[in-house]
């Protein structure tokens, strides 16, 4: 699965900022919902960002810093 697909389409457009958006919560019927959304260049690095429910807590603290280290906005 590609999973920087959309963002290349608009990276290869000319678009300079795309923002990639996650979501965390069993909905709004169910439960709280937390939303968030990270902007990052085409140069960035995705190596090993995957979903985060798949990520052991070390792992997901470490790329957590590696995006807010890279991230544009």
Avoid: C
């Amino acid at each position: 699965m590609n999973l920087l697909k959309y963002e290349k389409t608009y990276w290869n457009k000319g678009v300079k900022l795309v923002a990639g958006i996650d979501e965390a919560g069993r909905g709004p019927l169910a439960g709280p919902v937390v939303a968030a959304s990270v902007i990052i260049n085409d140069k960035f690095d995705l190596t090993d960002i995957n979903d985060s429910k798949k990520l052991s807590p070390k792992k997901r603290e470490k790329l957590y810093h590696k995006i807010i280290q890279n991230a544009v906005d």
